[in-house]
Structure formats: structure tokens, C-alpha cells
């Protein structure tokens, strides 16, 4: 198991950009797909983006592709989110998944470790 913290997430306006970082601790975070979910107030956590190990694969929830992009650095042991063109129904707290068996469009099963989440707010 890894240990998540994330960082970046804030207040932004319609149209802004924010950047999600989240760091983990432990040998085996570059052996495992990463990824990212966000769970709305009332809502149900659902998933975001994913990457591969080697972060040569990545796959988007449709509700996000062409405007979110996940990367990793294995030598910082660091997988990014890069939000841009935001919009009010981007708001919810994000939450760094780790220790994955999957990236190609993942649930929340695939994942065995969690940050504590960030909170994201994008105002109209």
C-alpha cells in the first residue's frame, strides 16, 4: 500500500484552470496505475482519469476528455491532473487513487489505496 496527499485543489472561476498533484509514499507506487475520482455532494465518487504504470496509457471519463490530463513522475512519485476550461458541475472533492490493477477505464474496486481528498470549487 501507498500512502496519497493531495494538493491544488481551490476556488476558480468558470473557464479557469486548476492543477491537482498527489504524492505518495512508498516503493511500489511506480508498479501500479494511478488515478483520479471526484465524488459531488449527494453524488456517488466516480472516475475521473487513470494513467499506467509507465504513464504511456492514460483513459478519461467522457465527461472530462479533451479537457483534463493525468500524468505521472515515478521519479517524484507524482501523479498530476491538469484541469482546464473548468465548469461548475466539475465541483466536488477529488480524491488520488493508487495501488491500481487497471487504468483502462477503472471503478473504484481497481484501486486498494486512497488520498483523503481535495476540495475543487468552480464558481459561475
Known amino acids: 500500500q501507498v500512502q496519497l496527499v493531495e494538493s491544488g485543489g481551490g476556488l476558480v472561476q468558470a473557464g479557469g484552470s486548476l492543477r491537482l498533484s498527489c504524492a505518495a509514499s512508498?516503493?511500489?507506487?511506480?508498479?501500479?496505475?494511478m488515478g483520479w475520482f471526484r465524488q459531488a455532494p449527494g453524488k456517488e465518487r466516480e472516475f475521473v482519469a487513470a494513467?499506467?504504470?509507465?504513464?504511456?496509457?492514460?483513459t478519461y471519463a467522457d465527461s472530462v476528455k479533451g479537457r483534463f490530463t493525468i500524468s505521472r513522475d515515478n521519479a517524484k512519485n507524482t501523479v498530476y491532473l491538469q484541469m482546464n476550461s473548468l465548469k461548475p458541475e466539475d465541483t466536488a472533492v477529488y480524491y488520488c487513487?493508487?495501488?491500481?490493477?487497471?487504468?483502462?477505464?477503472?471503478?473504484?474496486?481497481?484501486?486498494?489505496?486512497w488520498g483523503q481528498g481535495t476540495q475543487v470549487t468552480v464558481s459561475s
Open positions: 494513467i499506467s504504470w509507465s504513464g504511456d496509457y492514460t
Open positions: 512508498g516503493r511500489t507506487f511506480s508498479s501500479y496505475a
Open positions: 487513487a493508487g495501488n491500481g490493477r487497471s487504468w483502462y477505464k477503472p471503478n473504484r474496486l481497481d484501486f486498494g489505496s
